[in-house]
């Protein structure tokens, strides 16, 4: 037994000798030309080492030109005794793998020395026109991308922009002030994913705890306001604008910088309004209601404003609502709805999950034209709902879409039976429902309210969901949206 645990410490000692001296030192922005050996024929990875220095945000390492499935697995400040142990890696069934990391990046990028294995940990020898291979060729190539690359921009001026794949999903913006400022408000409009920012004097940030501020939330408008005279004094100072998912795709958006309190105002969407009475009407009646931290459906059942949702949508980690809520109404079904308008709370029954909100301003907190009205969803009565009765579910469920932000879904489903609670009937149903769409609206073919999609028994067990019924509604809820003025 001692002998075995001596044979073990030394194999290891030789190991990690070995692995401290079989790598290639490379450069982080670099083109390295590899072989791999197959089937006992040469080693079946190799280790590169590079360094990942300050001035670097994000980093793409790809593969190129392989014949056969090879992985990446990265590892920050040692060698990998195991790919278990790797922190980042890409090994699917593709020829060419690639990692993307950025300072944002769940696992952010490290400044420091950083350990790559290009390995082939599949057996057989490939082909290619007929002619089999004990050695696997490819390209590795690695891009850095640096925060120093910078967009000057100026005071009070709106600039269209756009968040890229090729740069590194992330913009730098440099602005100078040339005096004391008190104020200083930054605004991310018209993008329709969710793009978070930091703040910096004199240099780039080189993430969110190094900078002075910092923006991150659910909104696709995002803003902040800095009131500090002693930190807005003469100097340059740094934006960071990045997409915190790093996703597969370009997000164009506006970036204004103000000094004063005034504000872009966006012009308020014109609205078919009236009683919801079709599918496109139940659509643009259906909205996506947003905090900081919190995301879920609503729907509009009052020309007031007046919003019926899940309690559990509007609920705080601390246990209470939130205190303000941001309001999207769908313009366009391909896309995102809009941010454009605060509702407030207004009253709710957590063990029935219900919850009624009021719009009262716009995006701003200004208030709306006195004759400015929604489009709404009369209540039907769930009660006269029967087994097999046709429902059509809308709402904004987080997969209805590939961004960070998603469009309307619509699906339909059937009564598929009832359910008794302490707090009164819930009807069961097959209609796909998923997160995000609680507090959608379930209407019956008249598109008339009758629930709202609150739960789903299992996202991995089938498509049976409960819809708690608009008869759950207080009547004095009722009556203060249809008498509100």
């Given at each position: 037994?001692c002998?075995?645990?001596?044979?073990?410490l030394?194999?290891?000692f030789l190991?990690?000798?070995?692995?401290?001296?079989?790598?290639?030192e490379?450069d982080i922005?670099?083109t390295t030309d590899?072989?791999?050996g197959i089937?006992?024929?040469g080693?079946?990875y190799?280790?590169?080492i590079?360094?990942?220095t300050?001035s670097?945000?994000?980093l793409?390492?790809?593969l190129?030109?392989?014949?056969a499935d090879?992985d990446l697995?990265?590892r920050?400040g040692?060698?990998?005794m195991?790919?278990?142990?790797?922190?980042a890696?890409?090994a699917?069934?593709?020829y060419n793998?690639?990692?993307f990391?950025s300072?944002t990046?769940?696992t952010?990028l490290?400044?420091g020395y950083?350990?790559?294995d290009v390995?082939q940990?599949?057996?057989?020898?490939?082909?290619k026109?007929?002619?089999?291979w004990?050695?696997v060729p490819?390209?590795l190539?690695?891009?850095?991308?640096?925060q120093y690359n910078?967009?000057?921009?100026?005071l009070?001026?709106v600039?269209?922009?756009?968040?890229l794949?090729e740069?590194?999903?992330?913009?730098v913006?440099?602005?100078e002030?040339?005096s004391v400022?008190?104020y200083?408000?930054?605004?991310l409009?018209?993008?329709?994913a969710?793009l978070?920012?930091?703040?910096?004097?004199?240099y780039?940030a080189i993430?969110?705890k190094?900078?002075a501020?910092s923006?991150?939330s659910?909104?696709?408008h995002?803003?902040l306001e800095?009131k500090?005279q002693?930190?807005?004094?003469?100097?340059s100072?740094?934006?960071?604008v990045y997409?915190?998912?790093?996703?597969?795709m370009?997000?164009p958006?506006?970036l204004?910088?103000?000094?004063?309190y005034?504000?872009?105002?966006?012009d308020l969407p014109v609205?078919?309004?009236?009683?919801?009475?079709?599918?496109?009407?139940a659509?643009e009646?259906?909205?996506?209601?947003s905090?900081?931290?919190?995301?879920?459906?609503g729907?509009l059942?009052?020309?007031?404003g007046?919003i019926?949702t899940?309690?559990?949508v509007?609920?705080a980690?601390?246990?209470?609502?939130?205190?303000?809520?941001?309001?999207s109404?769908?313009?366009?079904?391909?896309?995102?709805?809009?941010?454009?308008?605060?509702?407030?709370?207004?009253?709710?029954?957590e063990?029935?999950d219900?919850?009624l909100?009021?719009?009262t301003s716009d995006?701003?907190?200004?208030l709306?034209p006195?004759?400015?009205?929604?489009p709404?969803f009369?209540i039907?009565?769930?009660s006269?709902l029967?087994l097999?009765?046709?429902?059509?579910l809308?709402?904004?469920?987080?997969?209805?879409?590939?961004?960070?932000?998603?469009?309307?879904?619509?699906t339909?489903g059937?009564?598929?039976?009832?359910?008794?609670?302490?707090?009164?009937q819930?009807?069961?149903?097959?209609?796909?429902?998923s997160s995000?769409n609680s507090?959608?609206a379930?209407t019956?073919?008249?598109?008339?309210?009758i629930?709202?999609?609150t739960?789903v028994?299992?996202?991995?067990?089938g498509?049976l969901?409960?819809?708690?019924p608009?008869?759950?509604i207080?009547?004095e809820?009722r009556?203060?949206w249809?008498?509100?003025?």
């Amino acid at each position: 037994m001692c002998f075995r645990k001596f044979l073990v410490l030394i194999l290891g000692f030789l190991y990690l000798t070995f692995s401290l001296y079989a790598y290639d030192e490379i450069d982080i922005n670099s083109t390295t030309d590899g072989l791999i050996g197959i089937g006992g024929e040469g080693n079946d990875y190799v280790t590169y080492i590079f360094e990942v220095t300050d001035s670097t945000f994000a980093l793409q390492i790809k593969l190129n030109n392989s014949v056969a499935d090879l992985d990446l697995y990265l590892r920050y400040g040692e060698d990998m005794m195991n790919y278990d142990d790797a922190d980042a890696r890409s090994a699917g069934i593709e020829y060419n793998e690639s990692i993307f990391l950025s300072r944002t990046s769940d696992t952010p990028l490290q400044t420091g020395y950083y350990y790559l294995d290009v390995a082939q940990n599949n057996t057989g020898y490939p082909q290619k026109n007929g002619e089999l291979w004990d050695q696997v060729p490819y390209t590795l190539n690695l891009r850095s991308y640096s925060q120093y690359n910078y967009s000057e921009v100026e005071l009070n001026k709106v600039y269209n922009s756009s968040i890229l794949r090729e740069n590194g999903h992330f913009q730098v913006y440099k602005l100078e002030l040339d005096s004391v400022q008190s104020y200083l408000r930054i605004d991310l409009l018209r993008s329709v994913a969710d793009l978070d920012f930091f703040f910096q004097k004199d240099y780039p940030a080189i993430d969110a705890k190094d900078a002075a501020y910092s923006q991150k939330s659910l909104l696709a408008h995002e803003f902040l306001e800095i009131k500090d005279q002693d930190f807005l004094t003469p100097g340059s100072y740094y934006l960071t604008v990045y997409d915190p998912l790093n996703l597969n795709m370009d997000f164009p958006f506006a970036l204004r910088i103000a000094n004063d309190y005034s504000f872009i105002t966006e012009d308020l969407p014109v609205l078919d309004t009236g009683a919801v009475t079709n599918i496109n009407r139940a659509a643009e009646a259906t909205v996506e209601i947003s905090s900081n931290n919190s995301r879920g459906s609503g729907c509009l059942v009052s020309p007031m404003g007046f919003i019926l949702t899940n309690y559990h949508v509007i609920k705080a980690p601390w246990g209470e609502p939130y205190k303000t809520f941001y309001i999207s109404l769908n313009q366009n079904l391909s896309l995102p709805p809009v941010e454009q308008f605060q509702a407030v709370f207004v009253d709710g029954d957590e063990e029935k999950d219900i919850a009624l909100l009021r719009i009262t301003s716009d995006f701003y907190g200004q208030l709306l034209p006195s004759d400015y009205r929604f489009p709404y969803f009369t209540i039907g009565d769930s009660s006269q709902l029967e087994l097999g009765n046709t429902l059509h579910l809308f709402g904004y469920p987080s997969i209805g879409g590939q961004g960070s932000r998603v469009s309307l879904t619509y699906t339909q489903g059937f009564v598929s039976g009832f359910e008794q609670t302490n707090y009164g009937q819930i009807i069961k149903t097959d209609g796909e429902i998923s997160s995000g769409n609680s507090g959608g609206a379930a209407t019956d073919d008249q598109f008339r309210l009758i629930g709202l999609p609150t739960t789903v028994v299992s996202e991995h067990s089938g498509r049976l969901a409960y819809i708690h019924p608009v008869n759950l509604i207080p009547q004095e809820w009722r009556r203060l949206w249809e008498n509100f003025q």
